[in-house]
Every structure is written in structure tokens, then in C-alpha cells.
Nanobody, 122 residues
Framework: QVQLVESGGGLVPAGGSLRLSCATSGRSFSNRAMGWFRQAPGKEREFVADISSSGISTSYTSSVKGRFTISRDNAKNTVYLQMNSLKPEDTAVYYC???????????????WGQGTQVTVSS
């Protein structure tokens, strides 16, 4: 069992920055890949970024490369998404997800947070 709670969302102007946090429970955090997803109004949920259990490997969807950075602090059981140079098209509910234990990136996600709203104004 893993519980995830996102925080850090809000309303920001275009070009601004936000840092999302995902606090997790459970001692298995360090054995799970973690990911961030988002869902905009009227759109399908999409992958944003992921990070390996060790934090060594990361990947991003093309639209956020160079602007977003995913990181994790295994000592704090927390994953972050630093979002810079935000654009209106980044507006969405952002969800944190925990991968299957020992599954690595691409192993699927079995736990999801409730999401945090990010709204970027023009």
C-alpha cells in the first residue's frame, strides 16, 4: 500500500514557475519508479515525466522538455516536479503516480494521488 498526496498547484501567469510535491507513505518508495501525469479539460490523461527508483534516469514528454524537471528524495519519500516557463497549455490537473514495486519505468503504475490543479493564465 502506498498513499500519495500532491501539493504545490495553483494559479500562475505565463512564464511563471511552480514546484509540485508528491509525498508518499510506505517504505517501498525507494523501489518504485515514480511518474507525473496531467489531464487538461476535454483531453486524455497524458504522461509528463518519470524517474527511476534511484533517481538516475528520467524522461519527459516532448512538450515539457527543457522546462520541467522531475526529481526525488528517497530519504523523504517525496517526488517533485519543478515547472518553469509555464504556458497556458500546461493548465491541467497534475497527478503523481507510483510504479509497481521493482517494476522500473515502464512497469506500470498502481497507485495514484488525487491530483493538484495547475492553471496558467495568459
Amino acid at each position: 500500500q502506498v498513499q500519495l498526496v500532491e501539493s504545490g498547484g495553483g494559479l500562475v501567469p505565463a512564464g511563471g514557475s511552480l514546484r509540485l510535491s508528491c509525498a508518499t507513505s510506505g517504505r517501498s518508495f525507494s523501489n518504485r519508479a515514480m511518474g507525473w501525469f496531467r489531464q487538461a479539460p476535454g483531453k486524455e490523461r497524458e504522461f509528463v515525466a518519470d524517474i527511476s527508483s534511484s533517481g538516475i534516469s528520467t524522461s519527459y514528454t516532448s512538450s515539457v522538455k527543457g522546462r520541467f524537471t522531475i526529481s526525488r528524495d528517497n530519504a523523504k519519500n517525496t517526488v517533485y516536479l519543478q515547472m518553469n516557463s509555464l504556458k497556458p497549455e500546461d493548465t491541467a490537473v497534475y497527478y503523481c503516480a507510483a510504479g509497481v514495486i521493482f517494476g522500473g519505468r515502464g512497469g506500470g503504475y498502481e497507485y495514484w494521488g488525487q491530483g493538484t490543479q495547475v492553471t496558467v493564465s495568459s
